[in-house]
């Protein structure tokens, strides 16, 4: 009986090849036949329009916050599957362990871009980027820049080693950007793609045309995309440039690739030292994790010349207490297999290559291990992908292979150096990575170690004591961070928060009236209309425009208010309180009034003191005091509806204020923004 084919879901629905043929995806550890994968005959040309069309016109009927919310709600639902995705993940080599960073991984990058995206975007589908610029004196032409999205489709061709994670970080910035995905998962690990999008689609949380899955090849897409698309790639350097040099002008192509990652054993971390036995843990867990798989795994283990022999006898040590090969379906297994027997031969190819450059094997073999078979006994397994943990060491640590050679799996190298610029020269040699670890207690090493090792790396981690309980580790990227590195790691970035989301949009500049830039960007701009009817404190969200505005009458300010305010907060600083200090001073010439007593009292002038929809003042924002005020000046104080957020969750929402204190002269005293939290509906009367 042929072994069932993986289905695509393209254009709202489930859709089938009718091929014979195709690729036979097997399991990682016994070679049983999982699926089959073929995408003969199948209609890119239509998922593309749909994504530009149907998916661009759901997505953008949605604000930030709405599609935030989303994406919880996707998290949660991916949630309450884990244990199904666990299992399937297993037949592909990956215990559950593995599946943390794989699975829950993936599931984290949801919550965190729905937390992100409704903490530090606008409920609104255009994002400001800095400040207004004015670009006339009377303040009638203004210029900033805005981020819009994209107005096609986001093409992600994702790895084999992570199909949830490696997917999800793509399509979450994505989602929240309002730009709809076409998902390529690799063939041998498209099964698990599958189901996550299938349970995604099952759950009706998808707007339409917002997401979309390849399982098989891509035939003639690249001859499909135009400007305002773009293709975000994960994969090998090689495969990269040949897909890159596919690219038409206009669309973006982003990459992250291999890359030959450094750890370094700082000089201070001796083996009597906590540093290092964290290091040898790190290394451990790297070589291990995904066995090897792992495009942030550690390639080259940069150490002190005379500690080499023992961070060898310390890992060997470390790997025979830890490390039990075989099927991740065995309890007992805490490392699998490769994804596949072609995986398995390529890396012992490598390993080969290495040797064959003067690479000595220092721990493990190329020999097929015994392992645990999923019924719990220990013997051979031939038709498993199963490859024992190595390390190779290099007497010539310039060797260019150990610095050129990925061998993509349980494998790293160990090299020896004499100084931190020595070693920092190695980091160096693998022409950019993804991350660099360094295990050190001295500020003084890691300091210089990031000044010449920056610039060829993504990410830097820095290992010791105090964090090695905390760290997430040398290859697991965080979404709060970038993840992508210079050089031979792509050149690309993904994730880092909402830097991520902008990589689907298009930065603009924009030039206008004040009055066209508040209606573009939902930011009130100083110049445009203002309504003083009604006290804004009196109305809901729901009745509170853009330009509501209170203007205060003037508040004259005494010497005695001065040192009552100083006695009362304790706040006696010598320009308050002692007119000759004062006086020299080259700012004040004289006792001034408190910057905080003029904001307390702003308040005074503003507010409406009865209850009503405004619930709290929960801060102030980039506060800035301008011209001082002596005794005898007065101050007042005009409030403007600056931005208007509702909240997706809440009865209430968030509004910003612009407030800015005038003296008698009417010179601007200061100016700040006034956060408030303001009931969407007047509550009904009592």
Known sequence: MMTELLPSYLQGAWWTSSSEGGTVVRDASTGEEIVRVDSAGIDLAGAVAYARTVGQQSLGALTFHQRAMLLKQMAVVLTEHKEELYELSKRSGSTVRDSYADVDGGIGVLFTYSSKGRRELPNAKVLLDGPVEPLSKDGSFLGRHVYTRLPGVAVQINAFNFPMWGALEKFAPAFLAGVPS???????????????????????????GSLQLVSGSLPGIFDLLRLGDLVAFTGSASTAAGLRAQTADGVRFTSETDSINASVLGPDATPDTPEFEAYVKQLMIELTTKAGQKCTAIRRAIVPAPLVGPLVAALRAKIAERVVI?????????????????????????????????????????????????DGTTGPAPEGAFVAPMLVGFADTTAPAVHEIEAFGPVSSVLGYSTVAEAAELVGRGGGSLVTSVATKDPEVATELLTRIAAYNGRVLFLNRDDAKTSTGHGSPVPHLVHGGPGRAGGGEELGGIRAVMHFMQRTAIQGTPEILTAITGVWHTGAVTDRAVHPFRKSL????????????????????????????????????????????????????????????????FVSPEPGPVL???????????????????????????????????????????????????????????????????????
């Open 326 to 374: 075989g099927d991740p379906h065995a309890g007992s297994v805490t490392m699998g297999p490769l994804v596949s027997i072609a995986q398995r031969d390529e890396v012992l190819r490598q390993v080969a290559a290495l040797r064959e450059a003067g690479g000595e094997l220092l721990l493990g073999s190329v020999d097929a291990p015994e392992v645990v078979h999923a």
């Open 616 to 686: 709290a003042n929960y801060g102030l924002e980039n506060l800035r005091f301008v011209t001082p005020v002596k005794p005898g000046d007065a101050i007042r104080v005009t409030l403007t509806a600056k931005q208007i957020i509702p909240r997706e969750t809440d009865e209430y929402g968030e509004v910003r204020w612009d407030a800015v204190i005038h003296n008698q002269r009417d010179e601007i005293v200061a100016t700040y923004d006034v956060l408030t939290l303001v009931e969407k509906e007047l509550a009904p009367a009592a």
């Open 182 to 208: 076409i998902v390529k998962p690799a063939t041998p690990t498209g099964y698990i793609a599958e189901a996550w999008v299938r349970i995604l689609v099952d759950s009706g949380l998808l707007p339409d």
């Open 542 to 605: 729901a009745e509170l425009r853009l330009g509501d505005q209170v203007e205060s009458g003037l508040r004259e300010l005494s010497l005695e208010d001065i040192e009552a305010f100083a006695h009362s907060t304790g706040d006696t600083f010598y320009a308050h309180m002692d007119e000759e200090a004062a006086e020299a001073n080259p700012f004040f010439g004289g006792r001034v009034a408190h910057g905080y007593l003029l904001v307390s009292w702003a308040a005074g002038l």
